[in-house]
């Protein structure tokens, strides 16, 4: 099993090397908590769903925590009789 793996990586046609390369290239994980990083060289990065779908909840947990910060700020100057 070792010689014929050997012997095929070996003879390998160059296209296929690129072909295969190419698709490992492409993948280059993202972090959803910090800036994603640019997109450099001749192949850009793979769709990743999952990076998209955590975003989304970052950004939808953000939004309701400046809401309760704001709703809380209008309720403390409601509170001192502070007019808006």
Do not use: C, E, H
Not at 12 to 29: D, E, G, K
Not at 33 to 52: E, F, V, W
């Amino acid at each position: 099993m070792g010689k014929v793996a050997r012997y095929a990586a070996k003879n390998m046609p160059v296209w296929l090397q690129r072909a295969a390369f190419s698709r490992i290239a492409t993948n280059r994980p993202q972090v959803a908590y910090l800036p994603l990083a640019p997109d450099r060289g001749q192949t850009k990065a793979m769709k990743q769903n999952s990076l998209i779908k955590t975003q989304k909840i970052l950004v939808a947990q953000a939004k309701k925590q400046q809401q309760q910060a704001d709703n809380a700020t209008t309720k403390a100057n409601n509170d001192k009789g502070v007019a808006v």
